[in-house]
Nanobody
Framework: EVQLVESGGGLVQAGGSLRLSCTIS????????IAWFRQAPGKEREGVSC????????YIADSVRGRFTTSSDNAKNTVYLQLNSLKPEDTARYYC??????????????????????WGQGMQVTVSS
């Protein structure tokens, strides 16, 4: 059974940093894509990043480029989302999701929620002003 377990969320002041972790179990950490999404109350879900080992690509949303980065530690079966220079508008519930046979035809596909089969439970990130 594929499971995604997230950690690292919490409360931080504006300008601060957090590192979110998504530890995956139940499949071989080989060709895959792991994306991070977020959703704030009253807003649509937003794709934040994607790390795709299938084609060695990384996607970062324009809204967070230059502040957020994604990386992985294959030995730990973990993908990270580093959040720097946080702003109050980054406050949201953050989710990681996995696509185990990713085929992305368009750049926007990297963060299409319907292409991801497995999701973590989500965790809250709150940035105070």
């Amino acid at each position: 059974e594929v499971q995604l377990v997230e950690s690292g969320g919490g409360l931080v002041q504006a300008g601060g940093s957090l590192r979110l972790s998504c530890t995956i179990s139940g499949f071989t950490f080989d060709d895959y894509a792991i994306a991070w999404f977020r959703q704030a109350p009253g807003k649509e879900r937003e794709g934040v990043s994607c790390l795709s080992r299938a084609d060695d690509s990384t996607y970062i949303a324009d809204s967070v480029r230059g502040r957020f980065t994604t990386s992985s530690d294959n030995a730990k079966n973990t993908v990270y989302l580093q959040l720097n220079s946080l702003k109050p508008e980054d406050t949201a519930r953050y989710y990681c999701a996995a696509n185990l046979r990713p085929i992305f035809n368009y750049y926007s596909d990297y963060v299409r929620p319907d292409l991801y089969d497995y999701w973590g439970q989500g965790m809250q990130v709150t940035v105070s002003s």
